[in-house]
Nanobody, 113 residues
Framework: QVQLVESGGGLVQPGGSLRLSCAASGNIFRLASMGWYRQAPGKQRELAAVITTGGSTTYADSVKGRFTISNAKNTVYLQMNSLKPEDTAVYYC?????????WGKGTLVTVSS
């Protein structure tokens, strides 16, 4: 089992920045990737960004140029800049191991003036 714990959400004004962190623990042998998904009210969960253990990154078109995903040891980060109200969502950490998806409980990001 892989446990994921997110931190760093909160309220920020439009144009502001936040940094999310997700620490993985447990049986973290050979994680294929870690990433961030988000779910806005009334919408389906969608990919925001993902990074493989080899360092390859993928971003949703809506966050390209504003969000940066990185990792160090067993932690994945999401630096979010130039935040917009439409970035408001619960952000979930995700990890994939041997084809199995693991999820954190989520952290709320609210972008509002």
């Amino acid at each position: 089992q892989v446990q994921l714990v997110e931190s760093g959400g909160g309220l920020v004004q439009p144009g502001g920045s936040l940094r999310l962190s997700c620490a993985a623990s447990g049986n973290i042998f050979r994680l294929a990737s870690m990433g961030w998904y988000r779910q806005a009210p009334g919408k389906q969960r969608e990919l925001a960004a993902v990074i493989t253990t080899g360092g390859s990154t993928t971003y949703a078109d809506s966050v390209k140029g504003r969000f940066t995903i990185s990792n160090a040891k067993n932690t994945v980060y999401l630096q979010m800049n130039s935040l917009k109200p439409e970035d408001t969502a619960v952000y979930y950490c995700n990890a994939i191991q041997f084809g199995v998806h693991y999820w954190g409980k989520g952290t709320l990001v609210t972008v509002s003036s």
